[in-house]
């Protein structure tokens, strides 16, 4: 075996001693997904940037205020790089600096359950976000003043669906999270396996 090779080998088994499978499968989700929304995160930051240009201040409507008809797409880029990148990374690294240091092994079922909660509902609410802020700038920008009537006929003007969707999202994510931080917690005060 070459001596590049016999490096790679070494490592990967040093690595395989350090964390477990379902660790690198989790910490390796968490980092793609963190990369995935840091493109996503930029592009809405220029896609508001661009979206908010084509509209004024003297274009809101009425008493629409411009920041009124703004501020819901503003704060997605924000939110996306808290929910979608920042925490991914911190989960990450939790899990790491953890395991390095004397703490015992999370479940494969915990992280699993973590990846598999969280990731998705943070989609489902940035989804949720990009659609409200639109929805509203859009509105605004076809001559609609009135936010009471822009705000009801978000999804079709259904107060359950809408309600529905944000809650099961945030509750996910919650629940996620949740997961999570008791499972972290739990195995650093067992002995590591």
Not at 52 to 72: E, F, V, Y
Not at 90 to 118: D, F, I, N, P, Q
Request: charged residues 15%; hydrophobic residues 45%.
């Amino acid at each position: 075996m070459p001596p590049g090779m016999r490096y790679h080998a070494r490592m990967r088994t040093e690595h395989e001693d350090r964390h477990p499978r379902h660790y690198t499968a989790a910490i390796r989700a968490l980092l793609r997904y963190a990369l995935v929304l840091l493109v996503v995160g930029l592009l809405s930051g220029v896609s508001f940037q661009e979206s908010s240009k084509k509209m004024s201040l003297s274009d809101a409507p009425g008493r629409l205020r411009h920041i009124d008809a703004t501020l819901n797409l503003a704060l997605v880029h924000g939110h996306i790089f808290v929910t979608g990148v920042l925490l991914p990374i911190a989960m990450a690294g939790m899990l790491h600096l953890g395991r390095a240091h004397g703490g015992g092994t999370v479940s494969g079922r915990a992280l699993k359950w973590t990846v598999y909660t969280y990731l998705p509902c943070v989609s489902v609410a940035v989804g949720l976000m990009l659609y409200k802020g639109y929805h509203i700038l859009l509105s605004a920008r076809w001559g609609e003043s009135d936010m009471a009537v822009i705000d009801a006929a978000l999804f079709g003007g259904s107060k359950t669906l809408r309600h529905g969707i944000y809650g099961l999202s945030h509750v996910g994510m919650a629940v996620g999270l949740c997961i999570f931080a008791w499972s972290l917690w739990r195995s650093l005060r067992a002995k590591p396996a």
